[in-house]
T-cell receptor, first 119, second 118 residues
Framework: AQTVTQSQPEMSVQEAETVTLSCTYD???????LFWYKQPPSRQMILVIR??????QNATENRFSVNFQKAAKSFSLKISDSQLGDAAMYFCAYRSAGLGSSNTGKLIFGQGTTLQVKP | DTGVSQNPRHKITKRGQNVTFRCDPISEHNRLYWYRQTLGQGPEFLTYFQNEAQLEKSRLLSDRFSAERPKGSFSTLEIQRTEQGDSAMYLC????????????????FGEGSRLTVL
């Protein structure tokens, strides 16, 4: 079974600075997706960034980028130029990418990291 | 609003009562998921529907829990004889049929239904 681990329950960053959130995962599969989701307080979870395992190039979305190390099974999120609106809980998630009928496409989440942004 | 909709947003009930939550997915999405999230934790998978068929259930889904998606559109999650340990946020998510060329592998989440059992 696949597992996702986020070892940082809480992180803090000064506004305009850069912060990196860590995530490791365990799987025997070679083809999968990895995601970072953001969950602001009392609001719905939204996708921040997505990485396909077969792609070597790290994904980037504006101020958000990932460091995907497939061999090490590591998937960290870097937030540059942090803004007050970035304060939220961040979840790393794994999804199998196989197209077989047994693959439900469910996400497996880590425990989350609460990010505080200080003005 | 064409996103995932969940009702009610909040439900407070007494132990032993039954509760039902409803999820309306994005209209063209045939895959629907229920998750449970306790305070400060990541969401835990409960069950999955493809159209009207319930294809996977987690061991977390005890016999007091039942989920349906009768016409392959909206879904309901019922909890019978609620216990204090059922207090949590229940999240619904949907996604389109998955292939390399359709969709991004992403799940789209609703705002959740928060259950408090007294």
């Amino acid at each position: 079974a696949q597992t996702v681990t986020q070892s940082q329950p809480e992180m803090s960053v000064q506004e305009a600075e850069t912060v990196t959130l860590s995530c490791t995962y365990d799987t025997s599969e070679s083809d999968y997706y990895l995601f970072w989701y953001k969950q602001p307080p009392s609001r719905q979870m939204i996708l921040v960034i997505r990485q396909e395992a077969y792609k070597q190039q790290n994904a980037t979305e504006n101020r958000f980028s990932v460091n995907f190390q497939k061999a090490a099974k590591s998937f960290s999120l870097k937030i540059s130029d942090s803004q007050l609106g970035d304060a939220a809980m961040y979840f790393c998630a794994y999804r199998s990418a196989g197209l077989g009928s047994s693959n439900t496409g469910k996400l497996i989440f880590g425990q989350g990291t609460t990010l505080q942004v200080k003005p | 609003d064409t996103g995932v909709s969940q009702n009610p947003r909040h439900k407070i009930t007494k132990r032993g009562q039954n509760v039902t939550f409803r999820c309306d997915p994005i209209s063209e999405h045939n895959r629907l998921y229920w998750y449970r999230q306790t305070l400060g934790q990541g969401p835990e998978f409960l069950t999955y529907f493809q159209n009207e068929a319930q294809l996977e259930k987690s061991r977390l889904l005890s016999d007091r829990f039942s989920a349906e998606r009768p016409k392959g559109s909206f879904s309901t999650l019922e909890i019978q004889r609620t216990e204090q340990g059922d207090s949590a946020m229940y999240l619904c998510a949907s996604s389109p049929s998955r292939s390399r060329t359709v969709g991004t592998g992403e799940l789209f989440f609703g705002e959740g239904s928060r259950l408090t059992v007294l």
